[in-house]
């Protein structure tokens, strides 16, 4: 497991993922679809367990966390848990 501060945050996950060999997790309060088509598309391996949580708290966090992400994690073969907290 990886801890990432916000420097260079892109190309660390990137690397990351281009890496992952059995699952890739992540854990943001957000996620643009953009962002996570990107990054899926970085992934060299076909068989990628795959594991979103991301905050849904309040009504805000699912705007700013486009459906987008939902469907492309969903298309992926991904699950998402959402942190209500």
Known sequence: MNFIDSNNIYN????LIKNAKRSIRI???WIKSSLI???LNATEEDNIDLEV???????RDLLIT???VLKKI???GGK???NNC
């Open 66 to 68: 486009d459906s987008g």
């Open 12 to 15: 660390k996950v990137e690397k």
């Open 80 to 82: 998402i848990y959402l």
């Open 74 to 76: 969903k298309k992926f």
């Open 37 to 39: 088509e990107k990054l």
């Open 27 to 29: 854990s943001s309060a």
């Open 53 to 59: 949580v991301i905050r849904a708290s309040e009504l």
